[in-house]
Structures are given as structure tokens and as C-alpha cells.
């Protein structure tokens, strides 16, 4: 089968390429990008006006099978996942039962390759049950597939614990990606700890436990020459902590959420718990730091953090509604409305966070449109309007706090393989 997607602009920072023109598809394998290719039969993909780039990847995100398949399945999930974009995610391993040993490892991937739209890339659990106590058997789940280890949502509190599994981590060849959060600091907090949580008189958590945290993981990467990737960082001082660190050589790397980089802790005003989160939403300084770091490349990747949740449980008060909102099919135009569009990163960068790095951090296939290599690929219209309406997401979960918002920019097509798992229907 041969696929020409035509007279797009193609960008793919691993080629460091810019160019208006066509790629060639056949077999699901790139075969050529020129300024104009002919090919007789082929199916035509026209692109004019549209930005092809090589297909983006979400590090972070909380497909809740097996287990939580009320709120989200990996079926649902990964088609949520077409629809915003991305032809990978890598799954956290928060599931019930939590994913730390080979046969849940497997489960993922056995249930993805029969019903999952998009590739899937499951990340095993640092510890146990994800209570911080022991080793969960990391080396077990790598040969059954894991591409990273993580206890999301848990921070392991245990500085030699984490050491330990940085140590062993880095003979797997395999990143850490840790939750940062001292318990102790954040304990019973449900916002940012400042103005508003006074306001509102919520119990706050404040940004040093977030920043205390990524402090040690930096140390220990530090001390035992692994990988680690800090999720979700969220304020000024963690931002320069992993500025400083990079400057050493220490191997660290970092995402950001969207809804970090779009909302700060005034949208939790009318006690809205599609605004809790955690990391909090956190202040007006704080989103220009990550605007800063996003432009300078101190922060490596977008990454979502898709939660959802069941309607019901966001309908609690919200001191005891969970946290986490859903992200897949927002994060992309959010991207480009307030970044690109913005003026505050270009097409090439943008492709590089959402793609071309993630695919370097988690060592996983993808991220570039090289001739020979696989056509996942995503097709972007910059100028369409999105608006956010979740009764028509493609998820479970309906857990947002951008419903409504007009934005400019929108996914036209994501291709996996060179087929069509996912084509917008609009002019």
C-alpha cells in the first residue's frame, strides 16, 4: 500500500528539516520526502496548509486497565490518544493490580496489540504495590517489556531505595521517572499553598515539596550516573534546580503538563476539581518560568498526565475529590494556541517536546521522518479552530477544566504504521 501525503510543511528536528513538500508511504515505511513526488496509484493525503511531523509520544499517562476499566480502558485510551495526536503512549503503572511484575507487564501489552489503536509502551512499578518499601522486579519486567520504571503518583520517599533502583536502572539502560513530592511537606494538601489556598481556606502544599524532592533525585542521578526524568515539574526554583543540573552533565531530564503552562491556581477559585491536581496549579511566576524554559530547552517534553476519573468521584467536595484531570485530545491545540501561536515556541520545537525527544528520553522507536524508518506520523492544521467540548472526547473520562475553550489549532490526521488510525472530519 502506498500513501502520499502531499504539499504539507514537513518538520523533524532529528533531520533538522524544514521543508514544504511530500512523503512518500509504502508499506508503512517512509520512503521519500522531496518538494514534489509523483506516484502513480498512490493514495493521496493532501496536507497543504498543514504541519507532517514525525508522530508524537506521550510519556505520561494512566490508562487504568486492568482494574479501573469504569473510567478508562486501554481500547478507549489509546483511541482518546489518536484523536489528540499521538501515535505512542507510555502507560504509568498505578493499575489494579499496580503493574510491577512480569504478568501484568504482558497483560498490557497482549490487551493493547488486540484492541489499542495507537502504540502502547508500559512503564513498570519502581516498588512493590507502589508503597515505597521494596524493589518491585524490575529486571523481569524489562524483558517482558517495560521501557521505564516509575511509582507516578507515590514519590519514593526512601532516598536509598531510589538509589537502588537508579543503580539498577542504569544496567537496564532504562530511565527513572519519578513523582516529586515530600509527603511530609505536602501532607493533607489539596492546592498551591499561597494567596488562594488562604482565600479559600483549602490546606495548600506548598512548592518546596515539590522542589526538595527534585533536589535529591538530581543528587542521586548525580551519584549513580542514571537517567532520571522528573514528571510534571511545575514551579520557578524546581525549573532552575534542572537548569543548574544540565549544565553539569548530570543525565536529567524533565516534561511539563499543559495545563501547567495554561492555568495557575486561580482557577481552583470556585472550588472546581477539575482543577485539582498534583502537582498544583501554581502561580502567574511560575507559568512564565516554564513559558521560559519551554523556549530555551531546559524542559525536554510535553507530556499529559491523562487521569480519569469517574464523574462521580469529581463530584466529591473538593478537599476529597482524587486529583488529575483527562488530557489526551486537549494537549496538542493547547500547544499550539498558547505556545506557537503565542510567539513563544516555534514548529520545530514544538514538534521537538511532543515528539523527537520523547522518543530519545524513553529510548523508544520513532521520532523521526527518516526514509527507512516506520510512518507514524501526525498531521497538524494550525489554523482550524478546536473547541473543547468533552461529551465528544474519545476517553472515558470527561475531567477537564478547559471545556469550552476556543482554541486555534487542531489535529488533521495521526498515522501508525501509514494507517489511518485517526482523520478529522472538517473542511
Known amino acids: 500500500m502506498r500513501v502520499l501525503i502531499k504539499s504539507g510543511t514537513i518538520v523533524d528536528p532529528s533531520e533538522h528539516l524544514e521543508l514544504k513538500g511530500d512523503l512518500l508511504i509504502e508499506d508503512g515505511i517512509i520512503r521519500e520526502i522531496a518538494p514534489e513526488i509523483s506516484v502513480p496509484g498512490a493514495q493521496i493525503l493532501d496536507a497543504r496548509g498543514c504541519i507532517v511531523a514525525p508522530g508524537f509520544i506521550d510519556?505520561?499517562?494512566?490508562?487504568?486497565?486492568?482494574?479501573?476499566?469504569?473510567?478508562?480502558?486501554?481500547?478507549?485510551?489509546?483511541?482518546?490518544?489518536?484523536?489528540?495526536?499521538?501515535?505512542?503512549?507510555?502507560?504509568?503503572?498505578?493499575?489494579?493490580?499496580?503493574?510491577?511484575?512480569?504478568?501484568?507487564?504482558?497483560?498490557?501489552?497482549?490487551?493493547?496489540?488486540?484492541?489499542?489503536?495507537?502504540?502502547?509502551?508500559?512503564?513498570?512499578?519502581?516498588?512493590?504495590?507502589?508503597?515505597?518499601?521494596?524493589?518491585?522486579?524490575?529486571?523481569?519486567?524489562?524483558?517482558?517489556?517495560?521501557?521505564?520504571?516509575?511509582d507516578d503518583g507515590q514519590p519514593v520517599m526512601n532516598a536509598q531505595l531510589m538509589r537502588r533502583a537508579m543503580e539498577y536502572a542504569r544496567q537496564l539502560d532504562i530511565p527513572v521517572v519519578d513523582h516529586c513530592e515530600d509527603k511530609h511537606l505536602s501532607a493533607g494538601g489539596?492546592?498551591?499553598?499561597?494567596?488562594?489556598?488562604?482565600?479559600?481556606?483549602?490546606?495548600?502544599?506548598?512548592?518546596?515539596?515539590?522542589?526538595?524532592?527534585?533536589?535529591?533525585?538530581?543528587?542521586?542521578?548525580?551519584?549513580?550516573?542514571?537517567?532520571?526524568?522528573?514528571a510534571h515539574v511545575s514551579t520557578a526554583f524546581s525549573i532552575e534546580l534542572v537548569r543548574q543540573a544540565k549544565r553539569r552533565g548530570v543525565r536529567v531530564s524533565c516534561e511539563v503538563t499543559p495545563h501547567h503552562f495554561t492555568l495557575t491556581e486561580e482557577a481552583v477559585r470556585d472550588y472546581d476539581t477539575n482543577a485539582k491536581m498534583n502537582p498544583p496549579l501554581r502561580t502567574e511566576r511560575d507559568?512564565?518560568?516554564?513559558?521560559?524554559?519551554?523556549?530555551?530547552?531546559?524542559?525536554?517534553?510535553?507530556?499529559?498526565?491523562?487521569?480519569?476519573?469517574?464523574?462521580?468521584?469529581?463530584?466529591?467536595?473538593?478537599?476529597?475529590?482524587?486529583?488529575?484531570?483527562?488530557?489526551?485530545?486537549?494537549?496538542?491545540?493547547?500547544?499550539?494556541?498558547?505556545?506557537?501561536?503565542?510567539?513563544?515556541?516555534?514548529?520545530?520545537?514544538?514538534?521537538?517536546?511532543?515528539?523527537?525527544?520523547?522518543?530519545?528520553?524513553?529510548?523508544?522507536?520513532?521520532?523521526?521522518?527518516?526514509?527507512?524508518?516506520?510512518?507514524?506520523?501526525?498531521?497538524?492544521?494550525?489554523?482550524?479552530?478546536?473547541i473543547v467540548r468533552a461529551e465528544q472526547f474519545r476517553s472515558k473520562g470527561r475531567n477537564t477544566p478547559f471545556e469550552g475553550w476556543r482554541l486555534t489549532g487542531a489535529v488533521r490526521a495521526t498515522l501508525v504504521a501509514g494507517r489511518m488510525v485517526y482523520h478529522a472530519h472538517f473542511p
Not at 488529575?324 to 498558547?338: C, F, N, P, Y
Not at 505556545?339 to 517536546?353: A, D, F, N, Y
Open 59 to 150: 510519556l505520561h499517562v494512566h490508562l487504568r486497565e486492568p482494574g479501573r476499566e469504569d473510567v478508562e480502558t486501554i481500547e478507549t485510551g489509546t483511541h482518546a490518544a489518536a484523536a489528540g495526536g499521538f501515535t505512542a503512549i507510555c502507560a504509568m503503572p498505578n493499575t489494579q493490580p499496580v503493574n510491577d511484575n512480569r504478568a501484568v507487564t504482558r497483560f498490557i501489552l497482549e490487551r493493547a496489540r488486540e484492541v489499542g489503536t495507537v502504540r502502547v509502551y508500559p512503564i513498570g512499578a519502581i516498588t512493590q504495590g507502589l508503597n515505597g518499601e521494596a524493589l518491585a522486579e524490575i529486571g523481569e519486567m524489562r524483558e517482558a517489556g517495560i521501557v521505564a520504571i516509575s
Open 287 to 386: 507559568v512564565r518560568a516554564i513559558h521560559e524554559a519551554l523556549a530555551d530547552g531546559t524542559i525536554d517534553a510535553i507530556a499529559t498526565d491523562h487521569a480519569p476519573h469517574h464523574p462521580d468521584e469529581k463530584a466529591l467536595e473538593f478537599e476529597r475529590a482524587p486529583f488529575g484531570i483527562v488530557g489526551l485530545e486537549t494537549a496538542v491545540s493547547l500547544a499550539m494556541d498558547r505556545l506557537v501561536h503565542q510567539g513563544i515556541i516555534g514548529w520545530m520545537r514544538l514538534v521537538e517536546l511532543f515528539s523527537t525527544n520523547p522518543a530519545r528520553i524513553a529510548n523508544l522507536p520513532g521520532g523521526t521522518l527518516r526514509p527507512g524508518t516506520v510512518a507514524d506520523i501526525t498531521i497538524l492544521d494550525p489554523t482550524h479552530p478546536f
Open 190 to 230: 489539596v492546592m498551591n499553598e499561597g494567596l488562594w489556598s488562604l482565600r479559600l481556606g483549602l490546606k495548600g502544599i506548598p512548592a518546596a515539596a515539590e522542589e526538595v524532592h527534585i533536589a535529591r533525585d538530581i543528587i542521586l542521578a548525580e551519584l549513580t550516573g542514571a537517567h532520571v526524568h522528573l
